[in-house]
C-alpha cells in the first residue's frame, strides 16, 4: 500500500495540475486555447455567408386592407 506521506503530495500536485490545465484550456467556451492545445474552432473553419438580401415587395404586392384606415 502507498503510504499517506507519499499519496496526498501526490494528489496535492495532480489537483494542481488539473487546475493548470483547466485554466489554459478554455476551448468549450468558444475561446480559442493556446498553442500547445488550441486547435480551430468550427467557426473559424467555416466561411462566413452574407446575409440574404432583403426580398423588395411591389406596391401591387402588399396586402389591400379593407376599411376606413
Known sequence: M???RVFYPLAA???VALIALAS???QGQGARSPKPFGHAT???TRPKKPPPAAKVVAPSDKAQLKGPY
Open 42 to 44: 468550427w467557426m473559424e
Open 24 to 26: 489554459v484550456y478554455p
Open 2 to 4: 502507498l503510504p499517506d
Open 13 to 15: 500536485l495532480l489537483a
